[in-house]
């Protein structure tokens, strides 16, 4: 069974349909992991400490561990960075790690381990991966050096044109895009820069156009749509339409934690264009190293914030709630979709946010914070800080 890279069919089109991510021997594997339980666990790991190869084996094992937050899981994957930086496992969810998973000697060693790697597009984006979750600037780096080993990777292009260009509608200087000579990372930042910059996006989509004078206007930056008066949006069909997955959809989540939400009669609410479940997020959200839940929970299109302490946690603490239909936004012509959406933030990114845009002094961040955010507007972080949820500067 052959679990190697899977083969990246460069693309030279903005918006084109992105080649497979993982072969056919990946959702094998992955489709007979979904049975297992602990009892299939001992005779999998002794299969797999006499064939460390077996990779089929290795992703069952990833995936039990990724279902039931076992730390386990860690020396899989650093196994994984070692001995094959280069596999298609470390692209995958089971191999994505939180900062509260890592310890720092950890850490530490998966960056060595990553810096000992080739320096190829495919390990480079799989670094990249890696360290989405965990280290912004080494993510960043590693796609920059993705994009430098194949100017046409299918999956690395566009991630890094948009860090460039929030990082200019942050107010940052972007040297590395100014220096770009790369139609697909200009074109892909004037893309993300328009219409909230359309000077910015001028420029870019111009130098991109240079490159390529074949390039589409209307494909890159697309005529904004005048407002459609509030009054011609039917909200009450939207509100219908929002999409609520049920308890089931989560399987990460421990049996506690869904039974709680499950005799609550929660569903999630997923925000508009959503291709992954979302809003029922893991984090240390009451004090560090007690890993706990926060889940929207909707119950007639009323949407209640509920945070756990960890995953034994019978009694939630209802966070803030409000009616669905307020977080319901025009999305351009006739379409509405709903906004609201959660997130697991860490110190980092409440001091950045309160740094560049001022209100309330944190307290010393200990643990993680709830970003609650409209999508595409504004978001508040809610940090628990001696008995108290404090309404903490988010994205502005």
């Excluded at 918006?15 to 993982?22: I, N, R, V």
């Excluded at 942050?170 to 893309?191: C, E, T, Y």
């Excluded at 005048?226 to 949006?233: E, G, N, Y």
């Excluded at 809610?382 to 309404?391: I, N, S, T």
Aim: charged share 20%; net charge positive.
């Amino acid at each position: 069974m052959n679990l190697g890279p899977a083969v990246l069919v460069a693309t030279l089109a903005l918006q084109a349909q992105q080649p497979p991510m993982f072969s056919p021997a990946y959702g094998e594997a992955l489709r007979a992991s979904q049975d297992l339980n602990k009892s299939d666990i001992p005779k999998l790991n002794l299969e797999l400490t006499q064939n460390p190869e077996d990779q089929s084996t290795r992703l069952k094992l990833l995936a039990y561990y990724h279902r039931t937050r076992d730390a386990a899981r860690i020396p899989l994957v650093l196994w994984l960075i070692e001995h094959h930086p280069d596999s298609e496992l470390l692209h995958s969810g089971f191999t994505r790690l939180l900062p509260m998973d890592l310890s720092a000697t950890n850490e530490q060693r998966a960056i060595r381990l990553w810096q000992q790697a080739p320096n190829n597009a495919t390990t480079c984006w799989n670094a990249a991966f890696f360290f989405e979750t965990l280290n912004p600037e080494l993510h960043r780096h590693y796609l920059e050096r993705t994009v430098a080993a194949d100017p046409n990777h299918p999956f690395a292009l566009r991630p890094l044109a948009h860090l460039y260009a929030e990082g200019l509608l942050a107010g940052k200087p972007q040297p590395a895009l100014d220096a770009s000579k790369n139609v697909w990372i200009l074109g892909n930042a004037a893309n993300r820069l328009h219409p909230q910059n359309p000077q910015l996006a001028e420029r870019y989509f111009l130098r991109a156009k240079v490159i390529n004078p074949k390039l589409d206007r209307n494909a890159i930056l697309p005529p904004i749509r005048p407002a459609t008066p509030a009054q011609a949006l039917d909200f009450d069909a939207a509100l219908k339409s929002i999409k609520y997955l049920p308890i089931a959809a989560f399987p990460a989540v421990p049996p506690t934690i869904a039974s709680v939400l499950t005799q609550r009669r929660c569903t999630i609410p997923q925000p508009y264009g959503a291709r992954a479940p979302r809003n029922l997020i893991r984090g240390e959200f009451f004090a560090a190293g007690e890993a706990g839940w926060a889940a929207l929970c909707s119950v007639n299109h009323v949407t209640t914030l509920l945070a756990f302490r960890n995953n034994s946690d019978l009694h939630p603490v209802a966070v803030n709630s409000g009616q669905d239909r307020n977080y319901l936004q025009g999305m351009g012509g006739t379409e509405i979709g709903y906004s609201h959406e959660i997130a697991t933030v860490d110190g980092q990114y409440i001091m950045r946010h309160y740094r560049a845009y001022g209100g309330p002094q944190p307290p010393p961040i200990t643990h993680h914070g709830i970003d609650d955010s409209i999508n595409d507007k504004a978001s508040v972080t809610l940090y628990f800080h001696q008995g108290k949820w404090l309404r903490l500067q988010g994205a502005d």
